[in-house]
């Protein structure tokens, strides 16, 4: 699973149904409807809450090297009192 930006994901979705309207003898005006429609659906889904794990928590603070470079938190990190 990845999370998205579900409202540009949405603005994209809004925006290729824009520009195809001319294609359609009712204007878009059908193809519209199932683009709100399937934006609805987006909007109904559940947002996910991912876990951060920042550095001053992470198992690994000793050896990596991204706290080295400024970083507060990465994806490769694993809370220390999970594995003790």
């Given at each position: 699973m990845r999370a998205i930006d579900a409202d540009a994901f949405k603005d994209y979705i809004r925006g290729a149904c824009e520009d195809m309207k001319h294609l359609y003898k009712d204007n878009g005006a059908w193809a519209k409807e199932i683009t709100e429609s399937f934006c609805k659906d987006i909007d109904e889904?559940?947002?996910?809450?991912?876990e951060i794990v920042r550095c001053e928590e992470c198992l690994y603070r000793?050896?990596?090297?991204?706290?080295?470079?400024?970083?507060k938190f990465c994806s490769f990190a694993e809370r220390r009192e999970a594995t003790e």
């Amino acid at each position: 699973m990845r999370a998205i930006d579900a409202d540009a994901f949405k603005d994209y979705i809004r925006g290729a149904c824009e520009d195809m309207k001319h294609l359609y003898k009712d204007n878009g005006a059908w193809a519209k409807e199932i683009t709100e429609s399937f934006c609805k659906d987006i909007d109904e889904q559940p947002t996910i809450q991912p876990e951060i794990v920042r550095c001053e928590e992470c198992l690994y603070r000793k050896i990596c090297s991204w706290e080295k470079q400024g970083a507060k938190f990465c994806s490769f990190a694993e809370r220390r009192e999970a594995t003790e």
